[in-house]
């Protein structure tokens, strides 16, 4: 077991990796009753196509990541489900574009769950029936995000940055694309994404970490798995068709999409996890409520409460957003154009500003560290190999250069795009 030690936050995470190659990291917290457990494997909607052993490459419909998490929960004669509650445990999981999440959490029969955990994930059952039965209920779920504005507005931006692409389609997919999976397709992606060296079990709570590295040992060796080469398939990105979009909507008054698709140049690792913590910081001081031009627009009831933005950095796809509800979308494009064109001369004299969003935003963090499945949850170790506490320590070590360089990467000569939601 290898020991980092975090000497600000007074923190130890431990990892380990098993001769499977199963990824183990623990935070211990022995003054918590609870524990929280997740495993996760790097594979979401982004996925579009593998190979295993230098195999012909295997399509992966758009939709599937997010199909095989619901169907590893129903087993042939069990729920996995009802088995966590018999343990006393809650569980759930998630998929997003780049990862599927199966996590607990428990003040009782840690030991048990765990195993429960690795068990259910790792034993896939599929049949013609159950995934027959799963592509109505999906389906069910699918025209529910098709009803739901914000959802709409989401894709409809993507869309507008990277037509055609993987990230602008849906996770649910669509009732075409998720009525071709098969059961041999399932067990042909379990058997690539799922193996032990794609899997990475976080441990946050109260438990004795060798007992548990002991236990999920002795799981792992009781099993045959087969590990296999695989091999991912990266997308070829379209160039952006147009610069305004819309669509007609069920809305009480229009909401609004902005977006800055960036360069594909491959910011990896932590300087990619640094990358997000900046431009959040740098969006505060051009856009943030204690801005004038925030304050400005809102006293004139061009923009309310609504109004937010966002930076992303999702594998190969780098956007900055914003998101509106007005009425006023015309003037609003041209603020934030003019906001954009203009940011050299906003971020002026802004060094104490900055000082004081950064200091705001680590206090935010070292809050989240009261919650364990913040701290489970909020890094970004599947992307970035970052967790919660080096993204504190990031954001402690950053500065107004940091502003100040980002800013000319992200808006110099940026391309503002647009998509509108009209009622």
């Known amino acids: 077991m290898k020991t980092k030690h975090y000497l600000k936050l007074k923190e130890d995470v431990i990892t380990e990796t098993l001769d499977n190659g199963l990824s183990i990291v623990m935070v211990p917290k022995s003054n918590y009753h609870k524990t929280f457990a997740v495993l996760t494997t790097a594979y979401g909607a982004l996925d579009q196509e593998f190979a295993i052993d230098d195999a012909q490459p295997i399509k992966i419909p758009a939709g599937t990541a997010h199909f095989l998490e619901h169907k590893l ?17 809650d569980a759930n999981a998630f998929t997003n574009a780049y990862q599927t999440s199966y996590l607990f959490s428990t003040t009782q029969n840690l030991i048990p769950a765990i195993t429960h955990l ?7 059952y599929f049949s013609k029936q159950t995934v027959e039965k799963e592509q109505g209920i999906i389906g069910q779920e699918i025209q529910m995000y098709d009803d739901d504005p914000n959802w709409a507005l989401y ?33 042909a992606i379990h058997s690539a994404f799922y193996q032990p060296t794609q899997l990475t079990l976080q441990i946050v709570g ?3 970490p060798k007992e548990i590295l002991a236990v999920v040992k002795e799981n792992q060796v009781k099993k045959s798995l087969k590990l296999s080469k695989l091999t ?7 160039p952006t068709k147009e610069q305004q979009a819309e669509r007609y909507f069920n ?26 913590l900046i431009a959040d910081i740098l969006n505060d001081l051009l856009f943030g409520e204690q801005t004038d031009w925030y304050q400005n627009l809102y006293s004139h009831g061009i923009i309310d409460t609504e109004f937010e933005t966002a930076f992303d950095i999702i594998k190969d796809y780098q956007y900055v957003s914003f998101f509106a509800e007005t009425e006023d979308y015309e003037i609003l494009t041209q603020e934030i154009q003019s906001q954009i064109d203009n940011y050299q001369n906003v971020l002026k004299n802004q060094q104490n500003a900055f000082e004081s969003l950064q200091r705001a935003t680590v ?27 080096d993204k504190i320590e990031l954001l402690q070590d950053l500065t107004f250069d940091d502003i100040l360089v980002t800013a000319d990467k992200i808006y110099r000569n940026a391309t503002l795009q647009r998509f509108v939601l009209h009622k």
């Open 363 to 389: 206090g935010e963090g070292i809050q989240k560290l009261n919650s364990l499945e913040s701290m489970a949850l909020q890094g970004d170790d599947v992307l970035f190999g970052t967790n919660l506490f």
């Open 206 to 208: 109260h438990f004795n």
């Open 73 to 89: 929960f129903e087993k042939e004669n069990e729920d996995a489900f009802a088995k966590f509650g018999e343990l006393g445990a």
């Open 155 to 187: 894709m409809g931006l993507l869309n507008t940055l990277y037509p055609d692409s993987s990230i602008a389609k849906d996770i649910a997919g669509t009732r075409e694309t998720i009525a071709t999976i098969t059961p041999e397709l399932l067990y």
């Open 251 to 276: 809305v009480s008054r229009p909401k609004v999409a902005f977006g800055i698709r960036l360069d594909q140049n491959q910011v990896v690792g932590i300087e990619a996890a640094k990358r997000i």
């Open 232 to 238: 991912r398939f990266s997308e070829k990105l379209l």
């Open 118 to 124: 690795l068990d259910f994930v790792q034993t896939p």
